[in-house]
C-alpha cells in the first residue's frame, strides 16, 4: 500500500490565486484529516470527513473548503490564498474516529503565498 | 486555555545515551495519547500510544508513561541513535469528539 499520498509537494501562489492540494489514502480508510502546521508550532485541524459526503470544519476551517466524493480523495480547496496561508499541509487518514485510534499522515504539501 | 504542551523545545544527547521527552496535558477528559516522530520534510509517524486506563506502555527502544496524576506523558528512547534526530509530537484525544489536538513538539538532536 501507499498509504496517505498528497500532491503537490510545494507550489507558490500569488496572494489572490486559487489552488486545490490533492490527498488520497489506499487503505480504504473512512475517516479523513487536514492539518496546517506553522513553523515551531504543532498540527492544526482545518477539516475533517467521516466518510465520502460528510465533511466538518475542524479548529482552523477559515478560507479553506473541502470535499470527499469518495472514500479514497480528500482535496482541499484554497480559493483566494493569503499570506497567512503559508505553512505546511498535511492530510490524514484512519479507519475510526474513536479515541484509541491513530492516524496516518501523508508527506506534506508546502505552501507559500506571496 | 486547554492545550497539549511539551516542556522541552530541544533536546540534544550523545549517541547511545537514553532519551527522555516530556509532554504536559491540561484535559483530565482526554483517554488516549499518541507520540509521534517528525523527520525533516516528512509527515508524522506513528511511534506508539497509551490509553488512559495504562501508565505504562512499551515498544522497540521506546517506553511511554502517563501519569494521570499530574497530566504528564514521557517518551523514553533507549539507546538513542542518529536516525532518532528528529521533531517529536505528544497528542492527545479528548474523548468522544476524536480530533487530535497536537503539542508544538520537541527536536531531539542525536550527536555522534
Known amino acids: 500500500n501507499a498509504g496517505v499520498t498528497q500532491t503537490p509537494k510545494f507550489r507558490i501562489l500569488k496572494i489572490g490565486q486559487s489552488m486545490t492540494l490533492q490527498c488520497t489514502q489506499d487503505m480504504n480508510h473512512n475517516y479523513m484529516y487536514w492539518y496546517r502546521q506553522d513553523p515551531g508550532m504543532g498540527l492544526k485541524l482545518i477539516y475533517y470527513?467521516?466518510?465520502?459526503?460528510?465533511?466538518d470544519k475542524g479548529e482552523v476551517p477559515n478560507g479553506y473548503n473541502v470535499s470527499r466524493s469518495t472514500t479514497e480523495d480528500f482535496p482541499l480547496r484554497l480559493e483566494l490564498a493569503a499570506p497567512s496561508q503559508t505553512s505546511v499541509y498535511f492530510c490524514?487518514?484512519?479507519?475510526?474516529?474513536?479515541?484509541?485510534?491513530?492516524?496516518?499522515f501523508g508527506p506534506g504539501t508546502r505552501l507559500l503565498v506571496l | 486555555g486547554e492545550s497539549v504542551g511539551l516542556h522541552l523545545p530541544t533536546l540534544s544527547v550523545q549517541e547511545g545515551d537514553n532519551s527522555i521527552i516530556n509532554c504536559a496535558y491540561s484535559?483530565?477528559?482526554?483517554?488516549?495519547f499518541i507520540w509521534y516522530k517528525q523527520e525533516s520534510g516528512k509527515g508524522p509517524q506513528f511511534i506508539i500510544d497509551i490509553r488512559s486506563n495504562m501508565d505504562k506502555r512499551q515498544g522497540q527502544r521506546v517506553t511511554v508513561l502517563l501519569n494521570k496524576t499530574v497530566k504528564h506523558l514521557s517518551l523514553q528512547i533507549a539507546a538513542t541513535q542518529p536516525g532518532d534526530s528528529a521533531v517529536y509530537f505528544c497528542?492527545?484525544?479528548?474523548?468522544?469528539?476524536?480530533?487530535?489536538?497536537f503539542g508544538k513538539g520537541t527536536k531531539l538532536s542525536v550527536k555522534p
Open positions: 497528542a492527545e484525544n479528548r474523548g468522544s469528539q476524536g480530533n487530535l489536538i
Open positions: 490524514a487518514s484512519s479507519y475510526s474516529r474513536t479515541s484509541g485510534t491513530s492516524q496516518y
Open positions: 470527513s467521516v466518510g465520502a459526503g460528510i465533511t
Open positions: 484535559n483530565s477528559a482526554s483517554d488516549y
